[in-house]
C-alpha cells in the first residue's frame, strides 16, 4: 500500500475539492507549504487549536471519502496489474521471434503507456 505521506497526498488530490474552502486553505499551508500550526494561526487570526481541529476534521472528511469511494485502492490496483501485465509482455516478448507477434506486442505496450499517463 501507499506510505501515509503519499495518502494524506493522494486523499487531497482526489477528494481536496469536497472540502470547505478554509480546509483547503489549512491543509496546504500544512502539508505544501510546511507552515506550523502556529504560523497557520497567526495567518488566519485563530487559535492554534482551531487550526489543529480544522486539520484534523479536514483529514478525517478525507479518510470517510475514501472509505466509501475506494478510489486510491482502486487506483494502486490498477498501477499494480499495469506492471504485472507488463512484465508478462517482457517475458513474451524474449521468447517471440515472429514479426507480426512483436508488433501486436508492441501495440499492446502503446495502449498500456497510455493508461499509465
Do not use: C, P, W
Not at 69 to 86: C, F, P, Q
Request: charged letters at 30%; a negative charge.
Amino acid at each position: 500500500m501507499v506510505d501515509d505521506i503519499a495518502k494524506a497526498s493522494l486523499l487531497y488530490d482526489f477528494y481536496g475539492a469536497l472540502l470547505t474552502e478554509k480546509q483547503r486553505q489549512v491543509m496546504a499551508l500544512y502539508h505544501e507549504e510546511n507552515l506550523s500550526l502556529s504560523e497557520i494561526a497567526s495567518e488566519f487570526g485563530i487559535s492554534r487549536q482551531a487550526v489543529h481541529d480544522t486539520l484534523k476534521k479536514a483529514e478525517q472528511a478525507l479518510e470517510e471519502y475514501e472509505d466509501k469511494l475506494n478510489l486510491i485502492d482502486k487506483l494502486v490496483k490498477t498501477e499494480d496489474a499495469i506492471t504485472a501485465i507488463d512484465r508478462e509482455i517482457a517475458q513474451i516478448s524474449e521468447s517471440l521471434t515472429d514479426e507480426r507477434a512483436l508488433e501486436g506486442l508492441g501495440r499492446i505496450k502503446a495502449i498500456i503507456g497510455s493508461l499509465e499517463e
